[in-house]
């Protein structure tokens, strides 16, 4: 009969081969948890606790974040170069349009209007050379002069003036009020048979008139021709920013 020692009250077997070691005997480490006999000696059916840190994000995470950037950078650097081309775009339908319905049809009505002043002029001339004939026949031709010197102002105050372009179209009506005031006071003269009264106004005051009025519609030209010149340079610039931007 076995002695009753041999047995603990849950049925475990306490004694062991020689050297080995008794579960019961055995202490837990304070540090890792893991169960180590008195001895110090780690038990070779005991493991390790699991890491207790977390995980580091893996590298499909990281790729996932630059291919989302990348595509971000991709549409962003289209949509401006989309904006940036339709902005070319109009810069080039503006100064075509701007040279085609602005600056060259000012440029004729202006050179139309330097030569209505000068037909003028000579009417007054050919009735003073006439005198005393009534010349009835030139002052007519010197009202229709300046009919048509005003008609062909008007086509030209009708289109948008560039920039510091008004400025000058006040010494252009200051110059044409001079001008027409000095046609017909010469005409009443001869009218009146004041043939040299008429002689001496064209030469001391619709001689000058005419060259005031005539230098300030030729600055107007020369002004229009200008902003054509800059924008018919502007125009191959911009073809070919735009080319360079639809390459990109």
């Known amino acids: 009969m076995r ?26 480490d304070a540090v890792g948890g ?15 606790d699991p890491p207790r840190s977390r995980k580091a994000a893996g590298p499909g995470h990281s790729t996932f974040w630059q291919f989302l950037l990348t595509l971000l950078a991709i549409v962003v ?10 902005h070319l775009a109009r810069r080039l339908d503006e100064d075509a349009a701007s040279i085609a319905v602005n600056a060259s049809p000012s440029i004729e009505a202006l050179s139309v209007a330097r030569g209505d002043a ?8 050919r009735a003073v050379e006439a005198a005393p004939d009534n010349g009835a026949t030139e002052r007519a031709a010197a009202e229709s002069a300046l009919t048509g010197l005003h008609a062909s102002l008007a086509r030209y105050l009708a289109l948008p003036f560039y920039a510091g372009e008004r400025e000058h179209w006040n010494e ?12 017909t006071v010469a005409f009443v003269a001869l009218q ?9 106004l064209l030469i001391t005051r619709l001689r000058p008139a005419t060259a005031r009025l005539d230098a300030s519609l030729q600055f107007l030209v020369g002004f229009n021709a200008r902003e054509q010149h ?3 340079e502007e125009i191959p610039r911009l073809r070919k920013n735009a080319a360079r931007t639809a390459y990109v």
């Open 230 to 232: 800059r924008m018919g």
């Open 192 to 200: 009146e048979k004041h043939t040299d009264t008429a002689r001496s």
């Open 77 to 86: 650097f289209f949509v401006g170069s989309t904006l940036y081309s339709q």
């Open 118 to 125: 000068s037909q003028a002029e000579l009417a007054v001339t």
């Open 172 to 183: 252009v009506d200051q110059a044409l009020r001079a001008f027409e005031e000095t046609v």
């Open 3 to 28: 002695d009753s020692r041999d047995r603990q009250p849950d049925g475990r077997q306490i004694g062991t081969a020689a050297g080995g070691i008794s579960h019961e005997t055995a202490a837990p």
């Open 34 to 48: 893991t169960t180590l006999p008195p001895n110090g000696s780690a038990s070779t059916f005991e493991t390790m």
